[in-house]
């Protein structure tokens, strides 16, 4: 077990096992159907972003014929090599998956695609009508020579490229074609008159279907659909003199003039055409792949989207409310007398919203300081960050232009909040604010007063209904000033700071839990009780790693569940075998960050922001904040625990690499987590509904004209 290839998982190769454990859900017949199909969607998605990040960063490294290997040993090209077979591997199963699983059953249930064989007369009248009027107005066909370069072709965009039929030049007939780009203002799924039920065609198989129009006077022998993936793994020059808000626009635009780091073709193509694509795009065969469906599975999130299909989703489960806050009651109020865990979206984003919202209005709050990493497009917690710039209280947003693929919204909301009169900065240089933190400065009887949100995921209201996080809300003083000093740090040019409490990267929060983790490792090796659990994204700091290999050795218990990517090695005889790491992949996308150490008795539990992973260690500004108060600690545990002993949606990491599905054994009643922290939480809030539900009162008419 010396060798880095055995100690070690490759990042990128587990990154895929964890698409898969997603794809996996869209063949579970257990789950509703349309949520299947949107767990494909998701699998499509998710690999055009990977392909735009680390396939384009590894193909950058081999081209400098870099031989630096990674954790597991594989150098940059022998990773391409590794994830170009595995990709296409999947690839194939999420085709079958939607040929065989997911089309014939959504046709079953009246949502059928449709081709030209497919359609009613009047469904073929419409279909030209809409092409006449709607489409071909908007297309231009474009020829493509292999003398001249291709123009510039959309990153993820959708193009029909079409072949013609050779005319004689001189001795020999000179092969044709032609491009057309199908611009996203198009609706990608066009609906078809039915009478009932929902049916539909693809516009590229409409396109297809009506070409021939492009070209009067040719003939032509064929068409076919195709999509390119630029690479997005590039940034700004941050050594460079400059405005980071120019240099980010930049970096937009460089991505759109980027190499091809994928090309998706349909399969049916023949080899002439696919070759002269090849060609002209770059895109070598290991980097191309045969689609046999819908090009861009990320489209069919349309699908899962429909409306009166309501029994093909899973039941809703409606965000609880606080019961520590009550209606009209003010935030600030209920946060003096204790503080609040709130565990999303079982439990609504609602409190961190009115936060936000009330401190804008409230006439003692002096200030507001927030960082913003991921918003939604109408955030109303930026628009009460203006308000209260526009109402005279002092306020400070941090606005990370860096966020991948959110640089351009972060742009604009940078400028509108300068606009109102917001204090913006723009960033750290050459680091990325991941941190989760709001602090509102209150003027109160005994002095100013500071109250604070922490958080696992962003704000936005949106992303809170889908992915699982934890907030917490206090108006702890400790943690307060640690707040204020976190923000003096990374706004001023102030040296990083000693904390209380909280722990920050990139200065010292890799050593703080490889502290804690020695922690439990001693206590082992004295002969007393040890146990880590901890719940994260990804794992892949191989120094956690060694730590938490050197603390099973001593015979600690280690619980991981990492959602995504995971590094490390469980389950090894003499290195790891007092590990175990699980994964979950249910209706929510998991994305809290929970630690957990036993310390002897004093538990000591931890949300934070940062995976364990070298960037959130060495390159985020990051936090890691305990959880003191002792019933939030005891949700926290029980958060976990309840994620650890899923046997219904969670699979366990073997010590080769493979993931398997665990069950429950025996009489044990199979424990869906997901479900049973919502019971919990429905459980916890059920009397607060029950003492606060409305009453009926009659209204009466005045007393004089009461009927005796």
């Known amino acids: 077990m010396g060798s880095k290839k055995k100690r070690f998982f490759n990042r990128e190769l587990s990154w895929i096992e964890f698409n898969q454990r ?20 998701i699998t499509g998605s998710n690999l055009d972003e990977f392909f735009m990040v680390r396939v384009g960063g590894l193909q950058a490294l081999a081209r400098q014929k870099s031989s630096k290997t990674d954790a597991s040993g594989l150098t940059p090209a022998q990773q391409l090599e590794a994830i170009s ?3 296409h591997k999947m690839v194939a199963e999420q085709y079958a998956c939607y040929n065989e699983k997911l089309e014939p059953v959504l046709a079953q249930n009246n949502i059928r695609r449709m081709h030209r064989s497919d359609l009613a007369d009047r469904q073929q009248r419409y279909a030209e009508r809409l092409f006449e009027t709607d489409i071909m107005p908007v297309l231009t066909p474009i020829a493509v020579s292999t003398d001249t370069p291709l123009p510039l072709l959309a990153n993820r965009g959708l193009h029909v490229f079409v072949r013609l039929r050779p005319q004689a030049d001189g001795k020999a007939a000179k092969q044709r074609f032609a491009l057309l780009p199908l611009p996203q203002s198009v609706q990608r799924f066009i609906t078809l008159p039915a009478d009932g039920g929902y049916q539909f065609m693809l516009l590229e198989d409409l396109v297809a279907m009506h070409v021939g129009r492009f070209f009067p006077g040719e003939t032509v022998m064929e068409a076919a659909s195709f999509r390119i993936i630029r690479n997005a793994d590039m940034g700004v020059r941050e050594d460079l003199a400059g405005d980071l808000l120019a240099q ?16 998706e073709v349909q399969d049916s193509i023949s080899r002439t055409t696919l070759r002269l694509l090849q060609r002209v795009l770059a895109a070598p065969a290991p980097n191309t792949y045969l689609c046999a469906g819908p090009i861009d599975l ?4 349309r699908l899962a989207a429909l409306d009166g299909y309501e029994d093909l989703k899973y039941k809703p489960w409606p965000p609880r409310e606080c019961v520590l806050i009550t209606k009209g009651q003010s935030i600030f109020n209920a946060l003096k007398k204790k503080s609040i865990l709130l565990n999303h979206p079982y439990e609504s984003f609602d ?8 401190a804008s209005i409230d006439p003692d709050v002096v200030a507001i300081k927030q960082v913003l990493y991921r918003t939604s497009r109408n955030s109303p917690i930026v628009a009460a960050l203006a308000r209260a710039a526009e109402k005279g209280k002092y306020v400070t947003a941090l606005v990370e232009l860096k966020a991948r693929f959110d640089e351009e919204r972060n742009i604009e909301w940078a400028r509108a909040l300068e606009d109102a009169g917001v204090q913006v900065i723009y960033g750290l240089r050459g680091l990325k604010t991941h941190a989760k933190i709001c602090i509102v400065l209150r003027r109160e009887p005994q002095g100013l007063q500071r109250y604070l949100h922490f958080g696992t995921g962003n704000y936005n209201e949106i992303t809170a209904r889908l992915y699982s996080d934890i907030s917490y809300m206090t108006a702890d003083d400790d943690l307060g000033a640690d707040a204020s000093a976190f923000f003096n740090t990374i706004t001023g040019f102030s040296q990083p700071q000693r904390y209380r409490k909280i722990e920050a ?15 439990e490792t001693e206590r082992k090796r004295q002969g007393q009780k040890a146990l880590i659990m901890a719940k994260m994204n990804s794992l892949v700091d191989s120094r956690v790693i060694k730590a938490l290999y050197a603390a099973s050795k001593a015979g600690v218990k280690i619980q991981l569940n990492v959602r995504g990517v995971c590094c490390l090695r469980p389950g090894v005889k003499r290195l790891s075998e007092n590990i175990t790491v699980t994964s979950i992949v249910d209706r929510f996308l998991e994305h809290a960050r929970i630690f957990y150490f036993h310390n002897g008795g004093d538990e000591r539990v931890f949300i934070s922001s940062a995976d364990w992973m070298p960037r959130n260690l060495d390159r985020r500004v990051e936090l890691l904040v305990p959880v003191e108060d002792a019933e939030s600690k005891r949700r926290l545990v029980q958060i976990l625990e309840t994620h650890l002993r899923d046997t219904v949606n969670a699979w366990q990491l073997q010590s080769d690499g493979r993931y398997q599905r665990l069950s429950a054994t025996g009489k044990k009643k199979p424990v869906q987590s997901q479900e049973e922290l919502y019971l919990q939480v429905c459980a916890a809030t059920e009397p607060d509904r029950q003492k606060h539900r409305i009453v009926f009162e009659p209204l009466r008419p005045p007393s004089d004209t009461l009927v005796t």
Not at 22 to 41: G, H, M, N, S, Y
Not at 298 to 301: D, G, T, V
Not at 505 to 519: N, S
């Open 248 to 263: 980010m626009e930049a970096v937009l635009d460089a991505r759109g003039r980027s190499e091809c780091v994928r090309l």
């Open 298 to 301: 990320s489209a069919l999130m």
């Open 22 to 41: 997603v794809l996996d859900q869209a063949w579970d017949e257990r789950v509703p159907l349309l949520e299947r199909t949107k767990f494909l969607a």
């Open 351 to 358: 409190p961190v919203q009115q936060f936000v919202e009330e």
């Open 505 to 519: 990267a990139p200065i010292g929060l890799r050593a703080k839990i490889i502290a804690l983790i020695e922690g």
């Open 85 to 87: 077979e595995r990709a």
